[in-house]
């Protein structure tokens, strides 16, 4: 397999961070962030961290896919899920790695530092079909009939402050599951945003209690947003989602402009660690943000 290289000195200083926990959030609306009266935790990330508001699903803009393609660095076209409960790719994938799936960050981490641990949480089954859980340590499906988010990070949290990951994606599906049920942009979606909030910080706290703080990227990165009960379709309330990343050496308080799309969250990962990327990515690393 031919690979790019996605970093040519990690984080522009030299220094390479040891961990990054990623925080999905599924049905993360862009114009929800400004509105919303109660996330002091989010709010503090973007004042310490770098952000934008408008990173772009991958049409259509459903869940499965936008996953796929965070996880995996490409495209619907390249990676092959196309629906939004795929649960296998629904037209050939253009690479498979060792395991038959399409290269995602989870790989390449496992192929270039075989030793590291790394872990995935999720309340949504829908995240095991398009991650290469045979590269992962620790997978965890939280059967969550309520939507709770307070339920759907406790594996995550207890597995950060024991084992400190190279990288652990915690995945919350309930603010999704809000905007179907309620509608994207009531006060329902927002009171779950602010739930939502409060377990970023316990996240933020566990790595903490971990002792890895000053080691550690924390990104937060949605799939998609919505209009009234639905998503699916090519609106902006649909398409523009948050991305943030706060920690040593990310530049504070900071908008950034460059276009950003799904799958650029798997090459600014691997940017943050100094991996080599598959040539099959088109994704790209958001240097920018890092001083």
Known sequence: MLVLLCSVTAMGTGWKAKHVV???IDGWAGYSVPKAKNIPVIRGLMKNGSYTLTKRSVLPSASAINWASMFMGAGTEMTGYTKWNSQKPEIPSLELNKHGIFPTIYSIIRDQYPKAVTGLTFDWDGIGYVTDTASI???RFIKNNDNAPETAIKPGIQYLKEKKPMFMTIYMGGLDETGHSEGWGSNAYYSMLERIDACIGQVIQAVKDAGIYDETIIIISADHGGINKGHGGMTLEE???PFIVCGKNVKSNYLFKKPM?????????AYIFGLKCPSCWI?????????
Do not use: S
């Open 22 to 24: 990623m925080i999905g």
């Open 137 to 139: 340590n620790y997978v």
């Open 239 to 241: 398409l523009q989602t």
């Open 261 to 269: 799309m799904q799958f650029d969250t798997a090459a600014t990962i």
């Open 283 to 291: 994704g790209r690393p958001m240097t920018d943000i890092f001083l």
